[in-house]
């Protein structure tokens, strides 16, 4: 049973609530689910739980009159055996993008404030069944992700203390023992080649079997392309489909790892694609890293919306588009060239998405210098480079010395703690997770 982060901050939500229902949303397959089922019998004596996916009919609970007692009465006919009672029992709303009435209704929960109310959904983003959004004022939201680095470590066993000492160590910039660097590199390449989605994690650690990981990363992605042929409109379902595919291409076969829309098909040009990757976007499907003009505080107003690098919001479906023999390369250790490289970089991309990091990227043609990521912390702006090999960050270095406003860089690479006469601080991959 995998441990994860949000359990936290549902138990957070529940002790701060102030008149306010919850949506945990994020892409499908990442265990929005299991993590409020799992919740809800470690705090409550009963759960309620309607998915509108598996039980349609379950809409007529929140067909009539909006009032909590009438839709608690029809909660308690359609369920006898429960008791449903206030702070004693969770009504969780699952697929609730199914049903927009159970969407109106949470405000009227929220303002009665009698009944803990948890909704999900995956696709909330792209509004394919409603006029109105979820009400403003009355939800809070989560967002689940896939397995962070951390989180499959717990997964593999790694007691809370071990973690914490990589902690210290990067927090103290000391060096790591080699012993201790080794193995974690074993693991993060390990989790690279698995992701972070519950159930091919679960997989790999029941069955320590990658074939049986890559059936489950493949059924996932099937998955994510019935959504887009089931969900998105006819204009756009054929389009989403090839720009999505294309990912494992564009990021793992080219040097140039910018979205090109010639690697779709011969000839095609934004205009005709550029509202398919929009949609991927909104359906929590993909996330991007934005082309930035300038390396300043504040990154959003330098970016360009037209040059962007699109990724897969988990490493398992990226995966899952390419040859099973990739596993095993990365396992092993034996990639080269740009596949190597473009796989730390998505590696890189997914630790920083994941602990909420709008993402930036900075390339100038005239200079030839380009920066892999960028991103704000505490309103510093952190430039940082991904290495594959034991290089010089050199464009990191120019742009430390035209930019004096930069107070921290990072270079990414499989080596040890340390920080050059430049001050750029290199760390090891796997403790991106950790910044």
Not at 50 to 60: G, H, V, Y
Not at 82 to 89: A, D, L
Not at 210 to 232: C, E, N, P, T
Request: proline share 2%; hydrophobic share 40%; net charge neutral.
């Amino acid at each position: 049973m995998l441990k994860r982060k949000i359990t936290k901050l549902l138990k957070y939500w529940v002790k701060h609530k102030d008149k306010k229902c919850l949506v945990v949303q994020g892409a499908r397959q990442t265990g929005k689910t299991f993590a409020v089922e799992r919740f809800a019998k470690e705090q409550y004596e009963e759960l309620v739980e309607i998915n509108f996916q598996q039980t349609p009919s379950a809409a007529e609970v929140f067909s009539g009159d909006l009032t909590v007692d009438n839709m608690v009465t029809a909660l308690r006919f359609r369920f006898p055996d429960k008791k449903i009672m206030p702070k004693k029992t969770l009504i969780f709303i699952d697929e609730i993008q199914e049903c927009t009435d159970a969407i109106t209704a949470l405000k009227f929960f929220a303002l009665d404030n009698r009944y803990d109310v948890i909704a999900s959904g995956s696709l909330l983003g792209i509004d394919y069944k409603r006029s109105s959004s979820y009400p403003v004022g009355y939800v809070d939201y989560l967002t689940l992700h896939g397995l962070d680095f951390e989180e499959f470590l717990w997964g593999l066993g790694l007691s809370e203390d071990l973690i914490a000492s990589l902690r210290s160590y990067l927090k103290e910039r000391k060096v790591i023992p080699t012993a201790v660097h080794t193995q974690m590199m074993e693991y993060f390449r390990l989790f690279t080649a698995i992701g972070g989605m519950p159930e091919a994690v679960q997989k790999y650690v029941d069955t320590r079997d990658f074939r049986d990981v890559d059936a489950v990363q493949r059924h996932i992605l099937q998955g994510y392309l019935y959504d887009i042929a089931h969900y998105a409109t006819a204009e756009e379902k054929l389009k989403a489909e090839k720009c999505y595919l294309t990912l494992g291409r564009q990021l793992l076969d080219k040097e140039n790892h910018k979205f090109q829309y010639k690697e779709i098909e011969h000839g095609a040009r934004a205009q005709k694609y550029y509202s398919s990757i929009e949609w991927l976007l909104r359906s929590d499907i993909v996330h991007l890293c934005r082309l930035v003009s300038a390396v300043r505080y504040e990154l959003d107003d330098y970016k360009r919306d037209d040059f962007f690098r699109a990724y897969t919001t988990d490493l398992s479906l990226l995966l899952a588009m390419k040859d099973f023999s990739l596993k095993q390369h990365i396992v092993e250790n034996t990639l080269t060239g740009n596949t190597k490289g473009g796989l730390y970089e998505c590696a890189l991309a997914d630790a920083l998405y994941k602990k909420g990091f709008p993402l930036y990227f900075y390339k100038n043609e005239s200079t030839r210098k380009e920066l892999d990521f960028i991103i704000q912390i505490d309103g510093q702006v952190v430039p940082i480079e991904v290495k594959s090999s034991a290089k010089r960050a050199s464009s990191l270095s120019a742009i430390l010395k035209k930019e004096k406003n930069l107070t921290c860089a990072y270079k990414f690479a499989d080596e040890n703690i340390g920080t050059s006469e430049d001050g750029i601080i290199t760390l090891p991959l796997y403790l991106a997770a950790f910044i």
